[in-house]
C-alpha cells in the first residue's frame, strides 16, 4: 500500500510536470523522454497493484483451507463425541451451522485489514506533509501593528541557505527612510531577492534583525507584517479567474473603481480595452491566455491594489517592452507617493525614480551613493 501511494504522487507529478511545461517539451523535443518517464512512474504503480493482487489472491483460498479444515476437525470430533454418547447428533448439526455463521465476519475482518493497511498508507503521506516543521513560526507572543510609518531597517543581516556554506547575504545593513524610494541593483545571485524575502519574513536572518517601524519582525505577527508590505514577486503569478479577480487578490473587498484605478496605474487599462469581455477576460491556467508583459502589469496592479505603506517590486519591468519598461520608471514617482518603495532591479532605467541606489555584490552592499548610477555598469553588469 506505501508503494502504490508513492508511485501515485510520482506519477501526478510526472504527469503535472509534462503538461505544465508542454512547450518547452515540444521546443527541445523531449516528448519521447517525458513519455518514457510517464511510462517508467506507470510501472512501477502497476508492479504494486499487481503485488497487492498477489496478496488478495492468496488470502481468499487460505480463508477458504482454514474454514474446510475448521469444518473437518468439527465434523471429526462430534462424530466421535456422537459415538461416545457425549454429544447428540443435534447439538453436533447445531455446532456446524453456527460454524458456517463465523467464518463470514472473520472473512470481513480479514478484508477490512486489507483496507486498513491501504488507509494508513494514504496517512503516512499526508501526516509526511502535515509533521513537515514551517521555516517560519509566530513567536508568542506576537504583536499585531496597525498601519505603519514605513522604516524599514536591516541591522548586519547575514542569511545562509540549508545546505550552502556561503551566505546569500553578509552583513547586510540598510536604512529606508518612510516615503523614501530605493532603487536596489545587482548582478543575478547577489541576494536582491533574499532581502525581498526577509521583509515579507519568507525565511529569517542567520544573524542580525530586520525591522519594520523599529519593531523586529519576527516580533511580529504574520498577517500584521505582510498586510503593512505589498510585493510585486519575480515570479509572476496569477490564478486561474479572470484579469478582475487576480488583481483583487490583493484586497478582496475592493471596489470596481478601485480596481480599475490600480489597473490604469499599472498599465492594465492600456491592453484590456482591446479584449472582448475587459476585465472579465479569464486569464487561463497559469495565465496562457496573456502575454508574459500583461500578466505582469496584472500582478503589479495586484501590489498597488494592496495600498500597503511598504511596497516592493522585485523586477518590475521584466517581460515589459522598452516603451512599456520607460513607461513605468515614469509612473513610479506617482505610484509610491506616500509609501516607502524598494525597486529590485536590473534595469537602470529605473534609476531616475528612485532617490538613492543601493548595490548589492556576492551578499554585500558595495554602494550607497545617491547618484552611483553612471558606476554600476561593472558591478551590475548591465549596461546603463
Known sequence: SR????RSGSLGAAAEEGLANAALVRAYGRESDELARFERESAGIAAAELAAARLRGAFQPLTDLIELAGVLLVLGWGTWAVAEGRLTIGGLLAFVAYLGLLYRPVRDLGELSGSV???AAAGERVLEVLDAAPAVVERRPARSLGRVHGLVELDD?????????????SGVSLR?????????????????????????????PETGSVRLDGVDVRDLRLRSLR?????????????HGTIRDNIAYGRPGASDAEIEAAAAAAG??????????????TVGERGRRLSGGQLRRVALA???????????LDEPTAGLDADAAAALADAI???????????VTHALTLRRAADRIVVLHEGRIVEKDPRVAETLSPVVGVAS
Open 268 to 281: 492594465v487599462a492600456a491592453f484590456v480595452r482591446s479584449l472582448p469581455e475587459r476585465y472579465a477576460t
Open 333 to 343: 514617482p506617482r505610484i509610491a507617493a506616500g509609501r516607502t518603495a524598494i525597486i
Open 302 to 312: 495586484r501590489a498597488l491594489l494592496r495600498d500597503a505603506p511598504v511596497l516592493v
Open 227 to 239: 498586510d503593512n508590505v505589498a510585493v510585486l514577486l519575480q515570479e509572476t503569478l496569477v490564478f
Open 176 to 204: 529606508v527612510e518612510p516615503g523614501e524610494t530605493v532603487l536596489l541593483a545587482g548582478p543575478s545571485g547577489s541576494g536582491k531577492s533574499t532581502l525581498v524575502g526577509l521583509l515579507l519574513r519568507f525565511h529569517d
Open 3 to 6: 508503494e502504490k501511494r508513492r
Open 117 to 119: 493497511f491501504a488507509a
Open 157 to 169: 543581516v547575514t542569511v545562509r541557505y540549508p545546505g550552502r556554506e556561503t551566505p546569500a547575504l
